[in-house]
Protein backbone atom coordinates (compact mmCIF):
# COMPACT_ATOMS: atom_id res chain seq x y z
CA UNK A 1 0.00 0.00 0.00
CA UNK A 2 1.39 3.45 -0.46
CA UNK A 3 -0.24 7.23 0.77
CA UNK A 4 -0.18 9.79 -0.49
CA UNK A 5 -1.16 13.29 0.81
CA UNK A 6 -2.43 16.23 -2.10
CA UNK A 7 -2.19 19.77 -0.30
CA UNK A 8 -5.15 21.91 -0.99
CA UNK A 9 -4.99 25.57 -2.60
CA UNK A 10 -6.60 28.87 -1.40
CA UNK A 11 -5.86 28.40 2.28
CA UNK A 12 -6.46 30.85 4.93
CA UNK A 13 -2.60 32.18 6.51
CA UNK A 14 -1.23 29.58 9.06
CA UNK A 15 -3.15 27.01 7.59
CA UNK A 16 -2.91 23.95 5.18
CA UNK A 17 -5.13 20.85 4.48
CA UNK A 18 -5.11 18.10 2.46
CA UNK A 19 -6.31 14.87 1.23
CA UNK A 20 -5.42 11.46 1.92
CA UNK A 21 -5.12 8.95 -0.94
CA UNK A 22 -4.32 4.91 0.08
CA UNK A 23 -3.32 2.60 -3.30
CA UNK A 24 -3.14 -1.07 -2.89
CA UNK A 25 -2.05 -3.16 -5.78
CA UNK A 26 -0.72 -2.35 -9.10
CA UNK A 27 -1.76 -0.93 -12.28
CA UNK A 28 1.48 0.33 -13.67
CA UNK A 29 1.15 -2.77 -16.28
CA UNK A 30 -2.05 -2.15 -17.28
CA UNK A 31 -3.90 -3.27 -15.05
CA UNK A 32 -7.63 -2.10 -14.10
CA UNK A 33 -7.61 0.72 -11.61
CA UNK A 34 -10.57 1.60 -9.81
CA UNK A 35 -10.99 5.09 -6.95
CA UNK A 36 -12.98 4.81 -4.21
CA UNK A 37 -14.25 7.94 -2.13
CA UNK A 38 -16.47 8.45 0.96
CA UNK A 39 -17.10 12.23 2.40
CA UNK A 40 -17.36 14.36 -0.75
CA UNK A 41 -20.46 15.50 0.84
CA UNK A 42 -18.77 15.74 4.72
CA UNK A 43 -21.90 15.32 6.62
CA UNK A 44 -22.55 11.92 4.84
CA UNK A 45 -20.51 10.06 7.80
CA UNK A 46 -21.50 5.92 6.99
CA UNK A 47 -19.26 5.78 3.93
CA UNK A 48 -16.39 6.98 6.12
CA UNK A 49 -16.96 3.95 7.48
CA UNK A 50 -17.15 1.36 4.82
CA UNK A 51 -13.94 3.11 3.68
CA UNK A 52 -12.38 1.93 7.12
CA UNK A 53 -13.18 -1.45 6.72
CA UNK A 54 -12.37 -1.60 3.00
CA UNK A 55 -8.95 -0.20 3.83
CA UNK A 56 -8.74 -3.02 6.42
CA UNK A 57 -9.67 -5.74 3.65
CA UNK A 58 -7.63 -4.62 0.45
CA UNK A 59 -4.68 -4.44 2.60
CA UNK A 60 -4.90 -8.22 3.29
CA UNK A 61 -5.71 -9.04 -0.19
CA UNK A 62 -2.64 -7.28 -1.41
CA UNK A 63 -0.47 -9.01 1.24
CA UNK A 64 -1.86 -12.25 0.25
CA UNK A 65 -1.23 -11.75 -3.34
CA UNK A 66 -4.86 -11.50 -4.54
CA UNK A 67 -5.04 -8.22 -5.82
CA UNK A 68 -4.87 -8.47 -9.60
CA UNK A 69 -5.61 -4.53 -10.23
CA UNK A 70 -5.05 -1.34 -8.63
CA UNK A 71 -7.95 0.09 -5.60
CA UNK A 72 -7.31 3.78 -4.89
CA UNK A 73 -9.42 4.55 -1.47
CA UNK A 74 -9.71 8.39 -0.23
CA UNK A 75 -11.66 8.19 3.14
CA UNK A 76 -11.99 11.39 3.60
CA UNK A 77 -12.34 13.63 0.01
CA UNK A 78 -13.75 16.69 1.63
CA UNK A 79 -11.61 18.17 4.59
CA UNK A 80 -13.16 21.19 4.44
CA UNK A 81 -16.56 20.77 4.87
CA UNK A 82 -15.65 18.08 7.46
CA UNK A 83 -14.87 21.20 10.23
CA UNK A 84 -17.44 23.84 9.26
CA UNK A 85 -19.32 23.63 12.30
CA UNK A 86 -21.87 25.83 13.34
CA UNK A 87 -23.12 26.06 17.01
CA UNK A 88 -22.38 22.59 17.22
CA UNK A 89 -23.90 21.42 14.36
CA UNK A 90 -21.35 20.28 11.28
CA UNK A 91 -22.30 21.03 8.20
CA UNK A 92 -20.37 19.71 5.55
CA UNK A 93 -23.09 19.40 1.86
CA UNK A 94 -22.42 23.47 0.70
CA UNK A 95 -19.05 25.43 1.54
CA UNK A 96 -19.65 28.31 3.54
CA UNK A 97 -17.23 30.65 1.74
CA UNK A 98 -19.28 30.07 -1.76
CA UNK A 99 -22.77 29.20 -0.70
CA UNK A 100 -21.74 25.39 -3.55
CA UNK A 101 -22.79 22.03 -2.97
CA UNK A 102 -19.77 20.32 -2.58
CA UNK A 103 -20.84 17.84 -5.34
CA UNK A 104 -21.77 20.35 -8.05
CA UNK A 105 -19.89 22.01 -10.76
CA UNK A 106 -16.66 19.66 -11.22
CA UNK A 107 -15.14 21.57 -14.16
CA UNK A 108 -15.22 19.76 -17.71
CA UNK A 109 -11.72 19.47 -19.45
CA UNK A 110 -13.11 17.71 -22.58
CA UNK A 111 -12.21 20.47 -24.46
CA UNK A 112 -8.76 21.50 -23.85
CA UNK A 113 -7.91 17.69 -23.32
CA UNK A 114 -9.50 17.17 -27.17
CA UNK A 115 -7.49 20.19 -28.61
CA UNK A 116 -4.42 18.68 -26.91
CA UNK A 117 -4.88 15.32 -28.53
CA UNK A 118 -6.58 16.17 -31.83
CA UNK A 119 -3.47 16.25 -34.03
CA UNK A 120 -1.78 12.98 -32.33
CA UNK A 121 -2.46 9.63 -34.12
CA UNK A 122 -5.27 7.89 -33.10
CA UNK A 123 -5.12 4.28 -32.27
CA UNK A 124 -7.45 1.22 -30.58
CA UNK A 125 -9.74 2.48 -28.28
CA UNK A 126 -7.94 1.30 -25.87
CA UNK A 127 -4.74 3.55 -26.78
CA UNK A 128 -7.22 6.13 -27.39
CA UNK A 129 -8.28 6.23 -23.94
CA UNK A 130 -4.45 6.23 -22.90
CA UNK A 131 -3.61 8.89 -24.87
CA UNK A 132 -6.57 10.76 -23.63
CA UNK A 133 -6.03 10.02 -20.14
CA UNK A 134 -2.33 11.15 -20.34
CA UNK A 135 -3.46 14.76 -22.32
CA UNK A 136 -6.04 14.46 -19.00
CA UNK A 137 -3.53 14.54 -16.37
CA UNK A 138 -1.58 17.15 -18.55
CA UNK A 139 -4.91 19.64 -18.91
CA UNK A 140 -5.40 19.12 -14.58
CA UNK A 141 -2.03 19.93 -13.62
CA UNK A 142 -2.34 23.25 -15.84
CA UNK A 143 -5.77 23.75 -14.40
CA UNK A 144 -5.52 26.55 -12.12
CA UNK A 145 -7.52 26.96 -8.77
CA UNK A 146 -7.45 29.95 -6.49
CA UNK A 147 -10.54 28.84 -3.97
CA UNK A 148 -9.91 25.65 -1.88
CA UNK A 149 -13.42 23.92 -3.17
CA UNK A 150 -11.89 24.39 -6.88
CA UNK A 151 -9.14 22.89 -5.81
CA UNK A 152 -10.67 20.06 -4.13
CA UNK A 153 -12.70 19.34 -7.17
CA UNK A 154 -9.27 19.57 -8.87
CA UNK A 155 -7.70 17.29 -7.10
CA UNK A 156 -10.87 14.76 -6.32
CA UNK A 157 -10.62 14.32 -10.03
CA UNK A 158 -6.92 14.43 -10.56
CA UNK A 159 -6.83 11.32 -7.99
CA UNK A 160 -10.14 9.23 -10.04
CA UNK A 161 -9.84 10.55 -13.68
CA UNK A 162 -7.22 7.64 -14.63
CA UNK A 163 -9.61 4.78 -13.25
CA UNK A 164 -12.18 2.26 -14.93
CA UNK A 165 -14.10 2.30 -12.54
CA UNK A 166 -15.12 5.27 -9.64
CA UNK A 167 -17.43 4.61 -6.57
CA UNK A 168 -18.59 7.67 -4.92
CA UNK A 169 -20.34 7.02 -1.41
CA UNK A 170 -22.47 9.13 0.02
CA UNK A 171 -25.89 8.80 2.47
CA UNK A 172 -29.00 10.19 2.54
CA UNK A 173 -31.29 12.14 4.87
CA UNK A 174 -32.96 8.80 6.02
CA UNK A 175 -33.14 5.78 3.45
CA UNK A 176 -32.72 2.39 2.03
CA UNK A 177 -29.59 1.70 -0.02
CA UNK A 178 -29.97 3.06 -3.46
CA UNK A 179 -27.01 4.04 -6.32
CA UNK A 180 -27.12 6.17 -9.25
CA UNK A 181 -25.65 5.94 -12.78
CA UNK A 182 -25.72 6.33 -16.14
CA UNK A 183 -28.10 4.07 -18.40
CA UNK A 184 -24.34 2.74 -20.44
CA UNK A 185 -23.50 1.47 -17.17
CA UNK A 186 -26.77 -0.28 -15.73
CA UNK A 187 -25.43 -3.92 -17.07
CA UNK A 188 -21.90 -3.51 -14.91
CA UNK A 189 -23.27 -1.80 -12.05
CA UNK A 190 -26.69 -3.83 -11.39
CA UNK A 191 -24.35 -6.75 -9.69
CA UNK A 192 -22.99 -4.23 -7.54
CA UNK A 193 -26.52 -3.02 -6.76
CA UNK A 194 -27.54 -6.29 -6.02
CA UNK A 195 -24.60 -7.25 -4.19
CA UNK A 196 -25.14 -4.31 -1.55
CA UNK A 197 -28.99 -5.07 -1.13
CA UNK A 198 -29.95 -2.02 -2.78
CA UNK A 199 -33.75 -1.22 -2.99
CA UNK A 200 -33.54 1.37 -5.90
CA UNK A 201 -30.89 1.74 -8.71
CA UNK A 202 -31.95 5.36 -10.62
CA UNK A 203 -30.40 5.82 -13.92
CA UNK A 204 -30.51 9.68 -15.91
CA UNK A 205 -28.20 10.32 -18.87
CA UNK A 206 -28.05 13.97 -17.17
CA UNK A 207 -28.41 14.87 -13.71
CA UNK A 208 -27.75 18.16 -13.89
CA UNK A 209 -25.20 20.46 -11.86
CA UNK A 210 -21.77 18.75 -12.82
CA UNK A 211 -21.82 16.38 -9.59
CA UNK A 212 -18.59 14.00 -9.08
CA UNK A 213 -19.80 11.34 -11.19
CA UNK A 214 -21.13 13.15 -13.54
CA UNK A 215 -18.29 14.86 -14.74
CA UNK A 216 -16.41 11.12 -15.71
CA UNK A 217 -19.17 10.27 -18.05
CA UNK A 218 -19.29 13.84 -19.30
CA UNK A 219 -15.71 13.93 -20.27
CA UNK A 220 -16.04 10.95 -22.17
CA UNK A 221 -19.29 11.58 -24.04
CA UNK A 222 -18.46 15.32 -24.74
CA UNK A 223 -14.92 13.75 -26.17
CA UNK A 224 -16.65 11.10 -28.73
CA UNK A 225 -18.16 14.22 -30.09
CA UNK A 226 -15.37 16.49 -29.91
CA UNK A 227 -13.27 13.85 -31.73
CA UNK A 228 -15.07 11.90 -33.99
CA UNK A 229 -12.22 10.01 -36.11
CA UNK A 230 -11.08 8.35 -32.69
CA UNK A 231 -12.82 5.28 -31.55
CA UNK A 232 -13.59 6.38 -27.88
CA UNK A 233 -15.61 4.08 -25.29
CA UNK A 234 -16.95 5.75 -22.38
CA UNK A 235 -13.40 4.63 -20.39
CA UNK A 236 -14.64 5.05 -16.88
CA UNK A 237 -17.62 3.36 -15.36
CA UNK A 238 -19.43 5.11 -12.50
CA UNK A 239 -21.76 4.78 -9.80
CA UNK A 240 -22.94 7.09 -6.77
CA UNK A 241 -23.63 4.91 -3.93
CA UNK A 242 -26.14 6.41 -1.05
CA UNK A 243 -25.18 4.13 1.70
CA UNK A 244 -28.72 4.60 3.60
CA UNK A 245 -29.27 7.26 5.90
CA UNK A 246 -27.36 10.07 7.96
CA UNK A 247 -26.99 7.99 11.11
CA UNK A 248 -27.11 4.43 9.57
CA UNK A 249 -23.34 4.16 10.67
CA UNK A 250 -22.43 1.07 12.32
CA UNK A 251 -19.51 -1.61 12.61
CA UNK A 252 -21.34 -4.29 11.18
CA UNK A 253 -23.75 -2.54 8.54
CA UNK A 254 -20.12 -1.18 7.81
CA UNK A 255 -18.17 -4.63 7.08
CA UNK A 256 -20.81 -6.37 5.41
CA UNK A 257 -20.71 -2.84 2.94
CA UNK A 258 -17.63 -2.95 2.67
CA UNK A 259 -17.59 -7.08 1.51
CA UNK A 260 -20.20 -6.26 -1.00
CA UNK A 261 -17.63 -3.93 -2.51
CA UNK A 262 -14.63 -6.05 -2.35
CA UNK A 263 -17.14 -8.87 -4.06
CA UNK A 264 -17.26 -6.73 -6.91
CA UNK A 265 -14.12 -5.50 -7.14
CA UNK A 266 -13.47 -9.15 -7.07
CA UNK A 267 -16.19 -9.97 -9.81
CA UNK A 268 -14.75 -7.34 -12.25
CA UNK A 269 -11.12 -8.42 -11.73
CA UNK A 270 -9.30 -6.09 -9.54
CA UNK A 271 -9.21 -9.46 -6.98
CA UNK A 272 -8.71 -13.03 -8.13
CA UNK A 273 -11.59 -15.10 -7.38
CA UNK A 274 -14.06 -13.24 -9.47
CA UNK A 275 -15.85 -16.53 -11.57
CA UNK A 276 -16.64 -17.72 -7.97
CA UNK A 277 -18.81 -14.56 -6.72
CA UNK A 278 -22.34 -15.42 -6.64
CA UNK A 279 -24.68 -12.37 -7.29
CA UNK A 280 -27.68 -12.62 -5.81
CA UNK A 281 -30.86 -11.67 -7.90
CA UNK A 282 -31.66 -7.67 -7.88
CA UNK A 283 -34.54 -7.10 -5.73
CA UNK A 284 -35.59 -4.04 -8.23
CA UNK A 285 -35.22 -2.97 -12.02
CA UNK A 286 -33.83 0.08 -12.16
CA UNK A 287 -35.69 3.11 -13.03
CA UNK A 288 -35.28 6.69 -14.54
CA UNK A 289 -33.98 9.63 -12.54
CA UNK A 290 -36.89 11.66 -14.31
CA UNK A 291 -39.45 9.11 -12.70
CA UNK A 292 -38.75 10.12 -9.28
CA UNK A 293 -41.60 11.15 -7.46
CA UNK A 294 -40.74 14.08 -4.94
CA UNK A 295 -43.31 14.93 -2.49
CA UNK A 296 -43.07 18.80 -0.91
CA UNK A 297 -44.25 20.37 1.51
CA UNK A 298 -47.32 22.86 0.53
CA UNK A 299 -47.12 24.52 3.96
CA UNK A 300 -45.52 24.69 7.28
CA UNK A 301 -45.79 22.20 9.61
CA UNK A 302 -44.52 18.72 11.91
CA UNK A 303 -43.73 16.02 9.45
CA UNK A 304 -45.44 12.77 10.64
CA UNK A 305 -44.98 9.72 8.27
CA UNK A 306 -46.96 6.78 7.38
CA UNK A 307 -44.99 4.85 5.07
CA UNK A 308 -41.02 3.52 5.85
CA UNK A 309 -38.18 3.65 3.30
CA UNK A 310 -38.68 0.73 1.46
CA UNK A 311 -41.98 0.27 1.29
CA UNK A 312 -43.90 -0.30 -2.29
CA UNK A 313 -46.23 2.12 -2.40
CA UNK A 314 -48.88 1.84 -4.98
CA UNK A 315 -50.89 5.14 -6.64
CA UNK A 316 -52.90 6.84 -3.89
CA UNK A 317 -51.01 5.20 -1.11
CA UNK A 318 -50.68 7.58 2.32
CA UNK A 319 -47.19 8.74 2.54
CA UNK A 320 -46.63 11.44 5.56
CA UNK A 321 -49.04 14.39 7.14
CA UNK A 322 -47.89 17.47 7.69
CA UNK A 323 -49.60 18.36 10.75
CA UNK A 324 -50.89 22.27 11.36
CA UNK A 325 -51.10 21.96 15.64
CA UNK A 326 -52.60 26.05 15.52
CA UNK A 327 -55.13 25.36 12.91
CA UNK A 328 -55.74 21.99 13.38
CA UNK A 329 -55.21 21.05 9.82
CA UNK A 330 -53.22 17.87 8.10
CA UNK A 331 -52.45 17.71 5.06
CA UNK A 332 -52.50 13.58 3.94
CA UNK A 333 -50.05 13.39 0.76
CA UNK A 334 -50.02 10.37 -1.58
CA UNK A 335 -48.23 8.65 -3.76
CA UNK A 336 -48.58 9.69 -7.58
CA UNK A 337 -46.27 7.19 -8.98
CA UNK A 338 -46.14 3.69 -7.80
CA UNK A 339 -42.53 2.49 -6.81
CA UNK A 340 -40.04 2.23 -3.90
CA UNK A 341 -40.07 4.93 -1.54
CA UNK A 342 -36.04 5.16 -1.28
CA UNK A 343 -35.47 8.32 0.90
CA UNK A 344 -36.97 10.37 3.28
CA UNK A 345 -36.10 13.72 5.55
CA UNK A 346 -34.23 13.48 8.78
CA UNK A 347 -36.24 16.46 10.76
CA UNK A 348 -39.79 16.32 11.54
CA UNK A 349 -40.29 20.18 11.37
CA UNK A 350 -41.40 21.15 7.45
CA UNK A 351 -41.43 24.48 5.61
CA UNK A 352 -43.33 25.26 2.72
CA UNK A 353 -40.88 23.98 -0.18
CA UNK A 354 -39.70 21.14 1.31
CA UNK A 355 -38.70 17.98 -0.18
CA UNK A 356 -40.68 15.35 2.33
CA UNK A 357 -39.90 11.88 0.61
CA UNK A 358 -38.60 10.58 -3.36
CA UNK A 359 -40.46 7.28 -4.58
CA UNK A 360 -38.58 5.50 -7.69
CA UNK A 361 -41.25 5.46 -10.27
CA UNK A 362 -40.98 3.91 -13.56
CA UNK A 363 -42.28 6.70 -16.16
CA UNK A 364 -40.19 10.42 -16.52
CA UNK A 365 -41.88 13.00 -15.31
CA UNK A 366 -39.40 15.56 -14.38
CA UNK A 367 -37.19 17.30 -16.69
CA UNK A 368 -34.16 19.74 -16.10
CA UNK A 369 -32.34 19.53 -12.70
CA UNK A 370 -32.79 15.96 -11.29
CA UNK A 371 -30.64 16.22 -8.33
CA UNK A 372 -32.08 17.61 -4.83
CA UNK A 373 -30.17 21.18 -4.09
ZN1 LIG B 1 -24.25 13.26 -0.80
Not at 172 to 193: G, N
Request: glycine share 8%; proline share 5%.
Amino acid sequence: MKQYQHPLQGMSLGSQRHISSFHYGDSSQGQPRAYIQAGLHASEIPGMLVAHYLREKLQLLEDSGQLTGEVIVVPVANPVGLDQTVLSYQMGRFDFATGQNFNRLFPSLAESVAQDVADQQRGSPQENVQLIRRALQRQLAKFKTVRTVDSLRTTLLALSCGCDLVLDLHCDCESVLHLYTHPAFLDAIMPLSALLGAHATLYAEIQGGSPFDEAHVEFWTRLKTLLPQHDIPLATTTATIELRGQLDVGHQQAEVDADAIIEYLRLSGYCEGGKAVEVPFPSHKPTPLAGTEVIVAEKAGVITYVAECGKYLQLGEPVVDVVDPISGETIRYVATTAGVMFARQNRRYAMPGMDLAYIAGKIPLRTGELLSM
